[in-house]
């Protein structure tokens, strides 16, 4: 008689704690349809956030860093990373219970080019060095360019255009 009165209090216990947590949780999830974006918390912890939706306890949410994923239309899965602690408005994500909290990160992504003094190679050639920030469309910022596992996009290809649209040299920019 004891056994089966101490298995009906645990297993009231067990429903009652299910049901506190059920209770006290809200839904994460992306604004985007195939976009997952990878929270990384300051204790290690991943929360991958998908346009499905991810049920997470109420509370504020403060992640360390992130990428964002989106899949193109060959099955080719493309990964941004972003800066760690340049989260725009991903640095503070509250979850409410009961309800459903959007999150949005990634393209169109903004670059911002920083050219500097030209300088001469050891060849003789000379260059002109440029590098970019990148930042996503809720101030998040990104590093590097877009990787598919250990493949890079292609290359970027530019043009310098002067006022009567006459294109004055091109080409494409280089890794490194």
Request: hydrophobic content about 40%; charged content about 20%; some cysteine.
């Amino acid at each position: 008689m004891k056994k089966i009165v101490l298995c009906a209090v645990a297993t009231a216990l067990i429903v009652t704690a299910g049901w506190t947590a059920a209770k006290n949780t809200g839904v994460l999830k992306t604004k985007e349809v195939g976009t997952i974006i990878e929270l990384q918390m300051v204790a290690g912890q991943k929360i991958d956030v998908t346009w499905k939706g991810i049920s997470l306890n109420e509370g504020t949410y403060k992640p360390e860093n992130y990428f964002v994923m989106r899949q193109a239309k060959d099955g080719t899965v493309w990964k941004l990373e972003g800066v760690k602690k340049q989260l725009g408005d991903l640095a503070s994500i509250t979850v409410t219970k009961g309800q459903t909290t959007e999150i949005d990160a990634g393209g169109p992504v903004t670059l911002k080019p920083f050219v500097y003094r030209s300088q001469q190679t050891k060849t003789g050639d000379t260059v002109v060095p440029v590098s970019f920030t990148q930042t996503g469309k809720n101030g998040e910022l990104y590093m590097g360019g877009a990787t598919a596992g250990l493949k890079k996009a292609p290359l970027p290809y530019f043009q310098i255009i002067d006022s009567n649209k006459k294109v004055l040299a091109e080409g494409q920019f280089e890794y490194g």
